[in-house]
T-cell receptor, first 114, second 114 residues
């Protein structure tokens, strides 16, 4: 069964802390994405990557960075967490070589920043 | 730019009722269109898709027809069940480029009452 796994389902952090959200996929997909999901705003793209060590800014990259050192792993980093980064974070992957347009999502990581 | 607009929720129906969730889009060229579903506590998963005008996507009793003349991709189901309670997202992919981003609507929450 194909899978996108996010390391933590629930996290509580304090303002100013550095936060790492990890995502691993087992489908050998080239593309990986980080979204945040907020009520009334839907999904907003933070960053994406279409290859190892490659990254592209999405619609709301401010306050975030990413790392993709291996094909299967895509990390989202909050350098100094703030309360307005309290949200649900969703990781997704897709295949460029088999481009059906389908995204495969993890179950999400709900982050609360106090 | 490209965009997706879907009806705001929540939508509340009784079991066995007919469902329509409206979705319209703005895009240049010939996008692919998708419906994703998010069940409680889970990530998004692809429900159905259509890649060209007049195509009908279908899955689990849901259907949507790609209407280029009205730029619409409305989701329908003839008889909903309690298990259909979820958030539904309309989305488009404007091209097959490797760095193309899928654009999501804001989501429509559906409640089905027994």
């Amino acid at each position: 069964d194909v899978k996108v796994t996010q390391s933590s389902r629930y996290l509580v952090k304090r303002t100013g802390e550095k936060v790492f959200l990890e995502c691993v996929q087992d489908m050998d997909h080239e593309n990986m994405f980080w979204y945040r999901q907020d009520p009334g705003l839907g999904l907003r793209l933070i960053y994406f990557s279409y290859d190892v060590k490659m990254k592209e800014k999405g619609d709301i990259p401010e306050g975030y960075s990413v790392s993709r050192e291996k094909k299967e792993r895509f990390s989202l980093i909050l350098e100094s967490a703030s309360t307005n980064q309290t949200s649900m974070y969703l990781c997704a992957s897709s295949s460029w070589t088999v481009n059906t347009g389908e995204l495969f999502f993890g179950e999400g990581s709900r982050l609360t920043v106090l | 730019g490209n965009s997706v607009t879907q009806m705001e929720g929540p939508v509340t129906l009784s079991e066995e009722a007919f469902l329509t969730i409206n979705c319209t889009y703005t895009a240049t060229g010939y996008p692919s269109l998708f419906w994703y579903v998010q069940y409680p506590g889970e990530g998004l998963q692809l429900l159905l898709k259509a890649t060209k005008a007049d195509d009908k996507g279908s899955n689990k009793g849901f259907e949507a027809t790609y209407r280029k003349e009205t730029t619409s991709f409305h989701l329908e189901k003839g008889s909903v069940q309690v298990s259909d309670s979820a958030v539904y997202f309309c989305a488009l992919s404007a091209s097959a480029n490797r760095d193309d981003k899928i654009i999501f609507g804001k989501g429509t929450r559906l409640h089905i009452l027994p």
